[in-house]
């Protein structure tokens, strides 16, 4: 019989997971040593950033099938536009947004003016959505894949313990990010519809949000970013158009050409981006 064997990279996550797996409601010291971790460990974008800017990639969805290369090609679909015309990533997009920012964080020595590294996780707090009478993934949907308040930043190892439904540890990120972020911006229709999707465990935890890890988002970088995004809608209506864009990409340079290549209706994609431009980048 062979000797068995630890893995050391992954023993947080399996003793963490088994100890929430285990919760009761007496089991108060459990559930304080989760929030200690999640709220200490956790880094999030600002409210200014999120009033600004609230969906950082509007028209970029999850879809992980994209770095499949399939036979017969030179290469991968990674930046491909879906049949619905909204861009293909496998997360690449969204753990790329925060890289050039420093950390303010009140309580972690290690993380006060750093920037991120490897081993961390851009998570999504909500996975499964309900929508109407199905089950979506919230990164799958452009709506929330990159809403600023389903969006956090994580230790892989902590990472893994939220992305079990129902689980302690996401419940507690869902409160978190509703004391952070909702109804800052609810008088938004399109941001109240989304808030809707998004259920609130409202766990009684008590934390001060001024307390949080933060990323440190220059003023500038978001009014860069607003621009950027109006350029490329309006490279994506050009497109649309058949106008010749030879010289332009959105991202990728396969996005555009695959976006005119496909036949079906493409006027919800359209009027999608049409509502957020007036709504936030106006």
């Known amino acids: 019989m062979a000797d068995k064997t630890v893995d050391g990279e992954n023993i947080i996550y399996f003793f963490f997971n088994n100890l929430q797996n285990n919760l009761d409601e007496e089991d108060d010291f459990s559930k304080r040593l989760i929030e200690k971790l999640l709220i200490d460990l956790s880094i999030w974008i600002p409210v200014d950033s999120y009033k600004a800017l609230p969906i950082m990639l509007p028209y970029v969805v999850r879809d992980a099938s994209c770095r499949i290369k399939r036979e017969g090609m030179d290469r991968d679909e990674w930046g491909t536009a879906n049949d619905k015309g909204f861009l293909r990533d496998d997360n690449s997009l969204v753990k790329s947004i925060v890289k050039s920012f420093r950390i303010n964080s009140p309580k972690i020595k290690n993380y006060k003016n ?3 590294g490897t081993g961390f996780v851009a998570s999504h707090i ?17 709506m929330t894949n990159t809403f600023i308040p389903n969006l956090v930043w994580l230790p892989k190892q902590i990472s893994k313990l939220t992305d079990r439904e129902g689980s302690y540890a ?15 911006v609810a008088e938004e229709q399109t941001i109240s519809e989304i ?5 609130n465990p409202a766990l009684p935890v008590d934390f001060d949000v001024k307390n949080l890890s933060y990323f440190n988002v220059p003023n500038e970088w978001v009014m860069k970013k607003r621009n950027t995004l109006k350029k490329e809608f309006g490279s994506i209506r050009q497109a649309l158009e058949g106008r010749n864009l030879e010289n ?19 006027s919800d994609f359209l009027a999608w981006l049409e509502n957020y431009e007036k709504a936030f980048l106006m």
């Not at 990120?173 to 972020?181: E, F, G, H, R």
């Not at 808030?195 to 259920?199: A, D, G, I, V």
């Not at 332009?248 to 079906?264: F, I």
């Open 114 to 116: 750093a920037k991120i």
């Open 126 to 142: 909500w996975r499964e959505l309900k929508i109407g009478k199905g089950i979506t993934l919230a990164s799958t949907f452009h």
């Open 170 to 184: 996401q419940k507690l990120l869902q409160t978190m990010s509703y004391k952070i972020y909702n109804e800052k």
């Open 195 to 199: 808030w809707s999707f998004l259920e």
């Open 248 to 266: 332009k990409k959105v991202k990728c340079s396969q996005y555009l050409p695959t976006l005119c290549s496909a036949n079906n209706d493409k």
